[in-house]
């Protein structure tokens, strides 16, 4: 139960600021969070991390998919996990959810 509430907490956190990012900033544009050391910056990442795999949409899309669901088997194989387990998977889940939400509706995922 703590996974999924976690992990729903994550995909609202994550689907709120990036809505908030689209629509405060123009593509590309960058703004000063602490000036002269840290930047949100408005990017659009067609691929996974550092844009591996940038094109491949459908690819991402399923791998995502897998991944979610071997999480869903390794939940289930442990009868009782460590509560930092239990933690780690609903962040694991929630940033995979909230990313695919992304490519599924835009083909992109929107970073900061």
């Known amino acids: ?27 590309g544009e960058s703004q000063p969070v602490i000036d002269g050391f840290f930047n949100l910056t408005y990017v659009r990442n067609d691929g996974a991390a550092w844009n591996i795999l940038s094109g491949h949409g459908i690819i991402l899309i399923l791998i995502s998919i897998a991944v ?19 933690i780690l998977l609903g962040l694991m889940v929630g940033g995979i959810v909230g990313n695919l939400i992304d490519r599924i509706r835009f083909g992109w995922v929107t970073d900061f």
């Open 68 to 86: 979610l669901a071997l999480l869903v088997i390794y939940r289930r194989s442990f009868l009782q996990e460590q509560f930092s387990h239990k």
């Open 1 to 27: 139960m703590l996974v999924l509430l976690l992990g729903l907490v994550i995909v609202l956190l994550d689907q709120f600021t990036k809505q908030w990012i689209r629509s405060a900033f123009v593509y």
